[in-house]
């Protein structure tokens, strides 16, 4: 909502806020691991591991398919520490869903 304060990093992407109506409080976290981590705790851990199950899982990520990779690793992510929940919940899931086609992915 235009008036709204966005903290964010001190990237260039982040230089119209202002125009659009937007406040905008740049933070420069470059180089200070322990002043990100305040910020936004637990980020690179979760970038990290977004790294190695892409890498691991698909051996390569085509843009494309990357929103989909993305909700599979949060769905993941958000339940890890519920494995039989998450189970459940992707056969549920699934089970009242018709799958994409190939063209459509």
Do not use: C
């Not at 200070?32 to 990520?61: C, M, Q, R, S, Y």
């Not at 990779?69 to 494995?83: A, G, P, T």
């Amino acid at each position: 909502m235009p008036g709204s304060l966005i903290v964010s990093d001190a990237g260039a992407e982040y230089t119209a806020l202002r125009k659009t109506g937007y406040q905008h409080a740049p933070l420069a976290l470059r180089g200070d691991p322990d002043a990100a981590e305040a910020w936004v705790p637990l980020v690179h851990l979760i970038i990290g591991n977004l790294k190695a199950w892409l890498d691991g899982t698909f051996h390569g990520v085509r843009e494309q398919h990357l929103p989909a990779y993305l909700n599979e690793f949060m769905f993941r992510f958000n339940r890890r520490f519920e494995r039989a929940l998450s189970f459940r919940s992707l056969l549920g899931i699934g089970s009242h869903q018709e799958g994409p086609t190939y063209e459509e992915g």
